[in-house]
């Protein structure tokens, strides 16, 4: 074979073999390892995030006490928007914000 013909052949052999596409489906980088592992585990939302299942209501800054989602002040205004009847007390359990429920 001559030259001519050898060359051709060796660059046809190595641009078919060296340009093929990924076909496994493993990530190729650490945050889309992170991503798929948490949308298994069921912690991703499709891109959203949850902080706990609750939103602030009332003023961010005076959230000191919480019942049924909202912000108070004061333990003393949390157990009145509790509204623990006669026989259950104001019970406040944790703290930053606190929960406020009736015992």
């Given at each position: 074979m001559s030259l001519r013909t050898i060359l051709p052949l060796t660059a046809v052999f190595?641009?078919?073999c060296g340009g093929s596409e990924k076909?496994?489906?493993e990530p190729t980088t650490a945050k889309?390892?992170?991503?798929r592992e948490a949308k298994a585990s069921g912690e991703d939302d499709k891109g959203s995030r949850s902080w706990?299942?609750?939103r602030y209501k009332g003023d961010?800054?005076?959230c000191f006490f919480q019942v049924s989602g909202k912000c108070f002040k004061?333990?003393?205004a949390a157990c009145q928007a509790a509204r623990?009847?006669?026989p259950k007390k104001c019970n406040v359990t944790g703290g930053g914000p606190a929960l406020v429920s009736c015992k």
């Open positions: 190595f641009l078919g076909t496994s489906n889309e390892k992170q991503r706990g299942g609750w961010r800054n005076s004061t333990e003393n623990c009847a006669k």
